[in-house]
């Protein structure tokens, strides 16, 4: 299953600079991770994964940076900024917000804080 | 870290420039050197993928339309994606499915990479983006104008002429004079060019019976001057035309019709007017109230002065019942073309009374006794209705103004419009514009290009006023003029600023703007002046007259005027110069003097003002501007005016001393 548009446009920065916040990470390993670990919910391509982190990154959210890996290729790893991980703060507390407020409503299942 | 991620000087010149950026872009696009996708197809080529992964990369990174370092970028982030796909056992097809349309991935990507852009580059293409905007607005609103401009046609409705013509209306054939003045007027104006001929043959080219002014020609043909005898002998022949001239002068009406094209004949080498053909009910369609033709006036003023001299002439010969027939059928002549509804008519009729008035000064002065009762009664009489006529033809001047408007702008329906390419064209025909010695600059010399005169004339719709604020300007002009003319020369000062204000505009200065009523607005002062000069010259003829009378019957001069009403004037008569108050009269034992307190506004006692008359004759045009001159609001620079809507008047500022109507006594003049 995957997210509708719009959905995806909000909820796909925040994923990947949660991807970011752990450790750097190339383009290809993103798209990995974002179909792993989202069972395929936050799954994107190319397409939509570069243009995202091109527009991370004119926002100073997070740097770029071309590396040689083991395998003697270049890759252009990407990490998060000072800026990048307080605005990840801040959308995590507004996703909890929302996700709280979507319990409330019934909309999503568990415990009401 | 990479060095490759590095850019180098070049490239970071190129990134950091717009300046370099767009002259590299030209040298592409002009000279077609150095592809901006050159680079970026060398490494994905270098990189060896599928034919079908190398295709979508390339195809992506030419369609984004980036700047070369930026779709190396692109490539070079595609290819490490696609190996890293490949190394993890993606096959071809997968990662091509995964890859998506490439025009839609390069559409992405180009806009978040401009997003990537120093604040340079985005300030300039803001910057670029708003003057692009900016003018492109413009064009568009030029181009609404131009539209509007060019495309807009007036609508002729009103048929003035109609108007015209139904003045002349239940008048019969017998009653107007036209015809008689044309023929008669053809007739002398012919003998003068045959006499004119043979004084300059003779070597006498002074151009002395078409002199400027009608009181010089009269100062310059007197009985010392060598051709008086054979003038008079021209007179004199002439006397069957001047008896069907005096006969014609007692009609109603001159009941000329109105028309825009005039009957001719050939004679002496030379055409000669002979009448004018009638307009017919379309005419108005395609011909204006500027084209009426008066062909009639010049005759006028010329029978006016042969009259006149005729009645010098008579004098002379001891004829004064010819002299006093003359100086009646004169007058009636004034009262006829005084009558017309045109300003220029009533000013020919002012300059043939100015005329008459000089011949009867001269005779009651030099030869006091010589009319009769009867005679006098009858010049009293008929120079106290031209007197009387009211109007100075702003009616006219009004629908005259209307026409043009017709003509000239678009009309909404509403009585509102705007100016239009065809008015001005049509409008040329009759004012060429005089652009002659003004290229002084450069812009002086683009004014003057027709091109360049056509390019921006459609901005005058903004800038020019519309249809309906024409109509209040000049309207507003007319009507101050009017009160003038109704109220008194009191006034006189409202109409000064507006005179003042349409005095430095000329339309063909500055093509952006445009006024109808500016350029057409007449220039009233001098003509309003000789208006009130007229009339006071009437009064005081009138006056003199029934002194004349007084004197007749009672062999004595009057002691006051009022011992003159109501048995010889209905009233006491009207100082201009002093509302409220009647002309001031000295009598002494050789004499009277009958006289106006003048243009400085208090009574001298009948004192000549030897700075602006003349014996008794007023040479200053402007002697009642000079007497009621308004109070002028130093913020606005308009004239004031109190509750009443009367003008707040300043110190009159004429010269010292009197305006002498009429002086009896035998003393220098």
Known sequence: MKLERELMRGAGPTAVLKLLSTREMYGYELVEALSQKTDGVLAMGQSTLYPMLYNLEAKDLIEADWRSADNGRDRKYYSLTGKGKKKLKSDMESWEKLSKAMVSLGVLKGALA | ?669
Not at chain 2, 410 to 420: K, P, S, V
């Open chain 2, 1 to 669: 870290m990479n060095d490759s991620s590095k850019l180098n000087p070049w490239q970071w010149a190129i990134t950091h420039s717009p300046i370099l950026h767009t002259l590299r872009w030209m040298r592409y696009k002009c000279l077609k050197i150095g592809s901006p996708n050159q680079q970026a197809k060398s490494i994905v080529l270098r990189a060896e993928l599928p034919i079908d992964i190398e295709n979508l990369i390339v195809t992506t990174t030419t369609k984004s339309k980036l700047w070369s370092v930026e779709r190396v970028e692109i490539a070079r982030e595609l290819i490490a994606h696609a190996q890293d796909a490949i190394e993890a056992g993606r096959t071809s097809e997968e990662i091509s499915e995964q890859f998506g349309d490439p025009k839609r991935v390069a559409k992405l990507m180009r806009r978040s990479m401009k997003r990537k852009r120093p604040l340079y580059w985005r300030t300039y293409r803001n910057t670029k983006r708003v003057i692009l905007g900016s003018l492109a607005i413009m064009l568009l609103f030029y181009g609404s104008l131009a539209f509007r401009f060019y495309t807009g046609k007036p609508k002729v409705r009103s048929n003035y002429i109609a108007d015209l013509n139904a003045l002349n209306e239940g008048y019969s054939e017998d009653q107007k004079s036209w015809k008689v003045l044309m023929d008669v007027g053809l007739q002398w104006g012919q003998q003068l060019w045959v006499f004119e001929n043979a004084l300059r043959e003779q070597g006498d080219d002074s151009g002395l019976l078409r002199s400027e002014s009608i009181s010089q020609f009269f100062q310059r043909i007197d009985e010392s001057h060598p051709e008086y005898d054979g003038f008079v002998q021209l007179i004199n022949g002439f006397e069957i035309e001047l008896t069907r001239l005096r006969e014609a002068a007692t009609r109603e009406v001159i009941g000329l019709p109105v028309g825009f094209e005039s009957t001719e004949v050939e004679w002496e080498g030379r055409s000669w007017t002979t009448g004018i053909i009638p307009a017919t009910n379309e005419d108005y369609k395609s011909n204006s109230m500027i084209g009426v033709l008066l062909p009639h006036l010049g005759n006028v003023r010329r029978l006016g002065q042969l009259l006149v001299f005729d009645s010098h002439i008579a004098l002379i010969e001891d004829d004064v019942d010819r002299y006093v027939q003359d100086l009646l059928a004169a007058m009636g002549l004034v009262r006829q073309v005084k009558q017309e509804p045109y300003l220029i008519s009533k000013l020919v009729g002012i300059a043939i009374h100015k005329l008459i008035i000089n011949e009867l000064h001269s005779t009651l002065k030099n030869n006091p006794g010589l009319l009769n009762n009867d005679q006098i009664v009858k010049l009293a009489h008929l120079n106290a209705e031209v007197g009387a006529q009211e109007g100075f033809g702003m009616g006219t001047e009004r629908i005259s103004f209307y026409d043009l408007v017709q003509r000239m702008y678009t009309d909404d329906g509403n009585g509102n419009g705007h100016l239009t390419s065809e008015g001005i064209n049509w409008l040329s025909q009759y004012s060429e514009p005089d652009r002659v010695g003004r290229n002084s600059s450069v812009i002086e010399i683009l004014m003057n290009e027709e091109s360049v005169i056509q390019l921006i004339r459609p901005i005058s719709i903004v800038r020019s006023m519309d249809r309906k604020s024409e109509l209040r300007l000049y309207n507003n002009h007319l009507n101050s003029v009017e009160r003038v003319v109704d109220d008194g020369p009191e006034y006189f000062g409202s109409i000064i600023d507006l005179e003042a204000s349409s005095s430095f505009y000329s339309y063909d200065s500055d093509p952006t703007f445009f006024s109808l009523a500016k350029v057409m607005m007449p220039a009233l002062g001098n003509s309003l002046n000789r208006y009130y000069t007229h009339k006071q010259e009437c009064i005081g003829l009138g006056t003199m007259l029934a002194i004349e009378s007084f004197r007749l019957k009672e062999s004595r001069l009057p002691e006051r005027l009022d011992d003159l009403v109501p048995g010889y004037l209905p009233r006491l008569p009207t100082d201009y110069m002093d509302p409220g108050q009647s002309l001031k009269y000295n009598i002494s034992t050789d004499g009277y003097v009958l006289y106006s307190i003048g243009s400085d506004g208090d009574d001298d006692g009948g004192k000549l003002d030897e700075d602006s008359m003349s014996g008794n004759k007023i040479t200053s045009i402007d002697v009642f501007s000079l007497r009621f001159q308004s109070t002028i609001d130093p913020k606005s620079g308009l004239a004031q005016f109190g509750n009443q809507g009367q003008p707040i008047l300043a110190e009159p500022v004429g010269p010292d001393g009197d305006w002498i109507l009429f002086d009896s006594r035998h003393m220098s003049e």
